[in-house]
């Protein structure tokens, strides 16, 4: 069975310029996550999904980040304008769903660096 | 709001037991975890434990959890040079509630 996937797996980008991550959850996992995790701490969500609805976006900074899933399967993470201190590693996971104990898997991240 | 604390570093030899630890203050926790992340790779689920026990085994990991000092352990047996990583304790309640992780501790394994 296919894990998270993500791509890219690396972006180099100047401040202000646009960026987007894509992640694709395992199949059948309705629950999917987005976490920033920056450079020594732990992952930190930025918003999660049931379906396509976004259940719980409260730590996601909306004036430059957006989020979408259509479709309720792959989703996609933009920043716009990026800045310095966006540089991090963008997780997404995802989960069959809220059961006991829900078990969220994880993909490999998008490692950010913003020059 | 909820806080995970872990000590940073950890260093043992090959061989010996590894033993990594956490303390959480939300006393309504109700699921706590163990993940390993290895250098550019994703969290990989180790192993939970619920708040109603004390003690989970799974092979060479033993997780304790003193719920009253809110203190979680994960025990390693016989330390291996693969199980060096990062280890993050995370928690959280029951229902529509996000995990809470800690900033990991980082298992280096001298052979």
């Known amino acids: 069975e296919a894990g998270v996937v993500q791509s890219p797996r690396y972006k180099i980008i100047e401040k202000k310029q646009p960026v987007a991550f894509w992640c694709n959850p395992i199949s059948g996992h309705n629950t999917l996550y987005w976490y920033l995790q920056n450079l020594g701490q732990g992952p930190e969500l930025l918003i999660r999904y049931e379906n396509e609805e976004a259940v719980d976006d409260s730590q996601l900074p909306k004036d430059r980040f957006s989020a979408e899933r259509l479709k309720g399967v792959d989703s996609t993470l933009k920043i716009q304008p990026a800045e310095l201190g966006d540089s991090a590693v963008y997780l997404c996971?995802?989960?069959?769903?809220?059961?006991?104990?829900?078990?969220?898997?994880f993909g490999p991240g998008t490692r950010l660096l913003v020059l | 709001g909820e806080d995970v604390e872990q000590s940073l570093f950890l260093s043992v030899r090959e061989g010996d037991s590894s033993v990594i630890n956490c303390t959480y203050t939300?006393?309504?926790?109700?699921?706590l975890y163990w993940y390993k992340q290895e250098p550019g790779a994703g969290l990989q689920l180790l192993t939970y434990i619920f708040s109603n026990m004390d003690m989970k085994q799974d092979q060479r990991l033993t997780v304790l959890l003193n719920k009253k000092d809110k203190h979680l352990s994960l025990r390693i047996a016989d330390t291996q040079t693969g199980d060096s990583a990062i280890y993050f304790c995370?928690?959280?309640?029951?229902?529509?509630?996000?995990?809470?992780f800690g900033k990991g501790t980082r298992l280096s394994v001298i052979a």
């Open positions: 996971a995802s989960s069959a769903g809220q059961g006991d104990p829900e078990t969220q898997y």
């Open positions: 995370a928690e959280r309640n029951s229902g529509n509630t996000p995990l809470v």
């Open positions: 939300d006393s309504s926790s109700t699921y």
